[in-house]
T-cell receptor, first 115, second 116 residues
């Protein structure tokens, strides 16, 4: 089954404790992206990747890191989480950016709470 | 499920009626526009898209209208069903330069509630 898989789905952590949210897609998509979703603000892009070893900042990259060492994986790293990073996070993927139209395939989301 | 619509505008629609969801976009240079549906506890799902050289596009029970003059996008759902209850997002993709390919911009969303 074609899917984007995120882990963990739910996490409660404390300020400053490094964490990684993994994202994996099995559709051989070149493009992957991370969003955070907060009430009333919609989806805001954190980072995106056009292909392996190619990443770029979205609208709200502060406090986050990403890497794209393999095509299928795009982990989101919070080196020192803070309470303002409490949010619902979504990973998404899409076929080649050369034909990119906007159809993204989203994961089920990861609810992160930072105390 | 996840609660993501605490401060969203809400559209209440009776089952069987048509729904119209509106969206104002910001970038007059945007080339692609997309509608997504997000059910409670799930990630957004693609519904339909439209390119800037079109005014209207139809799918199964859905129609998207684009008015570039006033930068307005709408999604019409025919014969709304209970399964249409969700948050609906519009998004714009400014395919102006290679650098902007990846930067899809989402609106805040509209909560649609279908009543029996």
């Amino acid at each position: 089954e074609a899917q984007v898989t995120q882990n963990p789905r739910y996490l409660i952590t404390v300020t400053g404790k490094k964490l990684t949210v993994t994202c994996s897609q099995n559709m051989n998509h070149e493009y992957m992206s991370w969003y955070r979703q907060d009430p009333g603000l919609g989806l805001r892009q954190i980072y995106y990747s056009m292909n392996v070893e190619v990443t770029d900042k979205g609208d709200v990259p502060e406090g986050y890191k990403v890497s794209r060492k393999e095509k299928r994986n795009f982990p989101l790293i919070l080196e020192s989480p803070s309470p303002n990073q409490t949010s619902l996070y979504f990973c998404a993927s899409s076929p080649s950016p050369r034909t990119y139209t906007g159809e993204l395939f989203f994961g089920e989301g990861s609810r992160l709470t930072v105390l | 499920g996840e609660s993501v619509g605490l401060h969203l505008p809400t559209l209440s629609v009776q089952e069987g009626d048509n729904s119209i969801i509106n969206c104002a976009y910001s970038n007059s240079a945007s080339d692609y526009f997309i509608w997504y549906k997000q059910e409670s506890g799930k990630g957004p799902q693609f519904i339909i898209d439209i390119r800037s050289n079109m005014d209207k596009r139809q799918g199964q029970r859905v129609t998207v209208l684009l008015n570039k003059t006033v930068k307005h996008l709408s999604l019409q759902i025919a014969a709304t069903q209970p399964g249409d209850s969700a948050v609906y997002f519009c998004a714009e993709n400014p395919l102006v330069t290679t650098d902007s390919w990846g930067k899809l911009q989402f609106g805040a969303g509209t909560q649609v509630v279908v009543t029996p």
